[in-house]
């Protein structure tokens, strides 16, 4: 009975992430600590392995869509592996009590980006190390022809990820949110670049981030697997979803949501 309460809490998890690209984990663990009482850590390790299953499948397809800009993804994870093997050697020091309120100012900064109408500000000039190294690209514009992009603010870009590295470790999330942002943001990419680059490179985060958990001691097999197997089949419908829903309602519902829950894992913090 509890692991189906677990599954059918994670479907809900996945489907909600999947509507606005954040991914389930940034639900599931507060659900998982302040509905199901489950320790903070265990909580973080579940959320990182549905993480690693769940960004798969999504880079898969857009990759195939080349959306993706594979080369500067993978120099930007040098950033965030770093950034994620930093956080989980700090993890062990820090005591929940903090990790509770660094996730609720978390879920209300989500909150507000979500309130933030992005607007495309593409780049015409390279930085020199994207220069150097070849970073920028093109993606399909969906009427058969293709639109050319540059990257800006490389180090800074790189300085971010290492940041939403950390954050991925210590809180079990993919930190998407950062990843899009530094992208979208700093280097001026693409918002559907950004995304695409953004998801292929939430799997590699955390399956650096899971893997330590895993050797820890901290993943729980009855709380992973239905988490995992949940976050994926929300994600799916969701994805199915999404084209007939309107995008604005279920971003304020959301909101709302997402400022609920923020204030009882600051309280719980608090506590």
């Known amino acids: 009975m509890y692991e189906l309460l677990l599954l059918a809490t994670a479907v809900g998890a996945g489907f909600l992430g999947s509507l606005l690209g954040l991914g389930g984990g940034i639900i599931v663990v507060p659900v998982l600590t302040l509905v199901f ?24 397809s857009y990759l195939k869509d080349s959306l993706t800009n594979l080369r500067l993804a993978v120099f930007l994870e040098i950033g965030t592996v770093s950034g994620a093997i930093v956080g989980f050697l700090i993890a062990s020091y820090i005591k929940a009590q903090f990790l509770y309120l660094l996730f609720g ?32 690209g093109s993606y399909p514009d969906g009427k058969g022809g ?3 992009y540059k990257v800006e603010n490389v180090p800074l870009g790189l300085f971010a990820m290492f940041g939403a ?27 559907k670049v950004s995304s695409a680059t953004s998801n292929f ?57 997402l400022s609920i829950v923020s204030i009882q894992m600051i309280m719980k913090g608090l506590k």
């Open 37 to 60: 009482h489950v320790d903070i850590r265990y909580a973080i390790a579940a959320s990182l392995i549905s993480i690693v299953a769940t960004s798969s499948g999504a880079a898969a």
């Open 105 to 136: 100012f978390l879920l209300l900064f989500s909150a507000l980006m979500m309130l933030r109408k992005r607007e495309e500000h593409m780049s015409h000039h390279n930085h020199p190390w994207a220069e150097k190294m070849k970073l920028d």
């Open 146 to 148: 293709w639109i050319d």
């Open 165 to 191: 590295g950390v954050l991925s470790a210590l809180l079990g999330i993919g930190s998407g949110i950062f990843k899009v942002l530094a992208m979208d943001g700093a280097m001026k990419l693409p918002i």
């Open 201 to 257: 490179m939430i799997g590699v985060t955390a399956s650096a981030s899971a893997g330590a958990y895993l050797l820890k001691g901290d993943v729980r097999p009855e709380i992973a697997a239905p988490v995992a197997v949940g976050i994926i089949i929300g994600s799916f419908i969701g994805a199915k979803v999404m084209v007939r829903m309107p995008a604005s309602r279920i971003r304020q519902i959301f909101v709302l949501v």
